[in-house]
């Protein structure tokens, strides 16, 4: 057993940040949680299992020093898909500054895999300002850098499609894409986390699996017990709509990410890495039924 640590957790009542404080709070590490609303259903939910819960903003430079003053770690994340790709970059900036500022001892930063290969992709490009803002800070830190998640199997983007029997997506049918689950995402942070020192000035791309679109679908209409499937489409028909999505459908296509799983499997062998069918056969698919 690690250290207990002190570990501050941002966007803990989110899907990412949910997953690291589920992995944490079991192995007895003290976690601390910054929210607009302390007093949301998720938030209390945290109350409940011994987090404690601050109110903050992340464009509060004073609240965020004051929450991840006297931790070990911060946890850090930002999204895009709320106020654009700048406000995300200058978001991350803050919570870095505010991890030196404070003192923490260790900033794990969650980014995307292959943020640093120039990919061109805006809401990559975004995470990987934020990246060499962090070098250039002289803090111990680590850039946690996850795939495509297979959770947005069952989000707003592609959940309609498959309920309509048949998952619409922008590649091929038969070109592979890397994956991995939010579970996962806690638990390989978690390991980060944890492992400290060890991980210092390192940056971690990681995946749970990689399928194509046919095996894709096959497993959910497998875990699901519905036909799913599959309609591939040229990214370039969503550019009008999502140029952002349309870029890094392209680059999936051309491109794609390059995680060497098994070598990830031996190095982090605490991890309890999930296949898609794994991840698959633990959901919820009565919404397609």
């Not at 111990?140 to 850098?145: E, Q, R």
């Not at 592609?158 to 091929?172: D, R, T, Y």
């Amino acid at each position: 057993m690690s250290k207990k640590l002190s570990v501050l957790v941002m966007g803990a009542t989110g899907a990412q940040g949910g997953a690291v404080v589920r992995h944490l709070l079991p192995k007895g590490h003290q976690v601390r949680a910054l929210t607009r609303n302390p007093d949301s259903a998720k938030a209390k939910a945290l109350k409940e299992q011994g987090v404690e819960v601050l109110k903050g903003d992340f464009t509060d430079a004073n609240s965020l020093v004051q929450a991840a003053r006297g931790m070990d770690t911060m946890f850090a994340m930002t999204t895009p898909f709320e106020a654009g790709m700048a406000a995300e970059t200058k978001q991350g900036v803050a919570l870095a500054d505010a991890a030196k500022q404070a003192g923490v001892g260790h900033l794990v930063f969650s980014s995307v895999g292959s943020a640093d290969r120039k990919t061109g992709i805006p809401h990559f490009d975004s995470k990987y300002e934020v990246e060499k803002h962090i070098a250039t800070l002289g803090i111990p830190y680590t850039v946690s850098a996850p795939v495509y998640f297979m959770d947005n199997c069952l989000g707003p983007w592609f959940l309609p499609s498959i309920q309509e029997g048949a998952l619409k997506f922008a590649m091929p049918a038969d070109r592979p894409l890397q994956q991995v689950s939010v579970d996962n995402i806690g638990a390989f942070n978690a390991a980060l986390i944890e492992r400290r020192d060890t991980v210092f000035g390192q940056r971690f791309d990681f995946a749970g699996d990689e399928l194509t679109g046919e095996q894709t679908v096959a497993v959910i209409s497998q875990a699901s017990d519905q036909t799913i499937g599959y309609a591939g489409f040229d990214p370039e028909l969503m550019r009008a709509d999502n140029s952002d999505f349309a870029d890094m459908f392209a680059w999936f296509n051309k491109v794609g990410y390059a995680v060497d799983t098994k070598k990830l499997r031996q190095d982090f062998p605490e991890v309890p890495w999930q296949s898609f069918e794994e991840w698959a056969s633990q959901q919820d698919w009565s919404a397609i039924k």
